[in-house]
């Protein structure tokens, strides 16, 4: 049986359900997911569509242009303003899942970075991590 992972928002109203491995887990040091997250980097895995539940609970949604200019759309929590979940408008076939949803220390370690020029100096990543600067 696939491993299955809950991801909820802070208040757990809103959640979602994923299985087996992710795609890929990555950190964004854009100033869009620094400024959607409140942190200097957004961290997401992402899976399959047909490998992540539909919404469990009230979300609403919100359509942000990152920096590259293409499109998120993301889904929130109306109680706390978490988000659980987000699809790359040009990536309708993947489900990104911010890895604090998860609320699991033990989750897998990013494989890339994107946006490093952006990066706050004083973030260290792992040696083996992939850049797309």
């Given at each position: 049986m696939s491993e299955m992972r809950t991801a909820s928002c802070t208040c757990g109203q809103l959640s979602l359900t994923t299985r087996g491995d992710p795609v890929r887990v990555g950190v964004?040091?854009?100033l869009a997911c620094q400024r959607r997250t409140g942190?200097?980097?957004?961290?997401?895995?992402?899976?399959?569509?047909?490998?992540v539940s539909p919404l469990r609970g009230r979300a609403v949604q919100y359509r942000r242009i990152g920096d590259d200019g293409g499109?998120?759309?993301h889904?929130?929590?109306?109680e706390c303003g978490a988000t659980v979940r987000y699809i790359v408008e040009d990536q309708p076939d993947l489900i990104a899942v911010p890895i604090g949803a998860f609320a699991d220390p033990h989750f897998p370690a990013p494989q890339y970075s994107s946006y490093g020029v952006r990066r706050h100096a004083w973030v260290v990543l792992p040696l083996d991590i992939e850049h797309w600067d």
């Open positions: 964004c040091h854009c942190s200097p980097f957004g961290q997401q895995a992402r899976w399959r569509l047909e490998d499109a998120c759309v889904d929130f929590c109306p």
